[in-house]
């Protein structure tokens, strides 16, 4: 029984030594090719054709800001960047502002920023968020404004998520006009009149 128990901690120590040894040979190996590989950088060159340029690799924290800014368009040597409307509206949805994507640019360039692409960044942020999708699970609809008021008001709505789309007096005037006579929901498709025939 001792001599098992011996040999399985031979085992064991042998696999620590191992493992160890692999430990430093990586350690090693990175101390061995650091000096063959190029010093990450903190810039960009960025070019009038709306395209930035990376000199070599880029540290980190600008690598993940500028892959959210502009879409890689080339790799090798260096790392070519184009920013487009739908790379800096991704820029902008992730929460940034125009502001702080112009400063973004200037703290991290080497050159000028160019014209294009401030006019860029300027006119998606002009028309970002004036558009926007969402889902809704149920709605309510109701003739009376007043009823509709109390309900929003009302806190016991408030786990319900109720939000008005539009202030509760406004309504459609050929809606106002015509609802003594039932008309259909606003917005849907009106049947065409049968015509009358002519002789």
Do not use: N
Request: glycine share 10%.
């Amino acid at each position: 029984m001792g001599a098992g128990v011996g040999g399985a901690s031979g085992v064991s120590e042998a696999g620590g030594a191992a493992g160890a040894r692999a430990a430093g040979g990586a350690e090693a190996a990175v101390a061995l090719l650091a000096p063959l590989l190029p010093e990450p950088v903190d810039h960009v060159l960025l070019q009038a054709d709306l395209t930035a340029v990376a000199p070599g690799p880029l540290r980190r924290p600008l690598a993940d800001a500028l892959a959210v800014l502009a879409d890689v368009e080339s790799k090798g040597g260096a790392t070519v960047y184009r920013f487009t409307p739908a790379s800096v509206r991704r820029a902008l949805d992730a929460g940034r502002t125009a502001a702080e994507l112009h400063a973004f640019l200037t703290e991290h360039s080497r050159t000028p920023v160019p014209q294009p692409l401030t006019y860029l960044v300027d006119d998606v942020a002009r028309r970002h968020g004036h558009l926007r999708v969402g889902a809704a699970s149920s709605y309510l609809r109701c003739d009376d404004d007043a009823l509709l008021g109390e309900i929003l008001a009302d806190r016991r709505s408030a786990p319900w998520g109720c939000a008005a789309s539009r202030p509760p007096s406004w309504r459609p005037r050929r809606t106002r006009r015509r609802s003594s006579k039932g008309c259909a929901p606003w917005g849907t498709p009106r049947r065409p009149s049968p015509r009358r025939a002519t002789s």
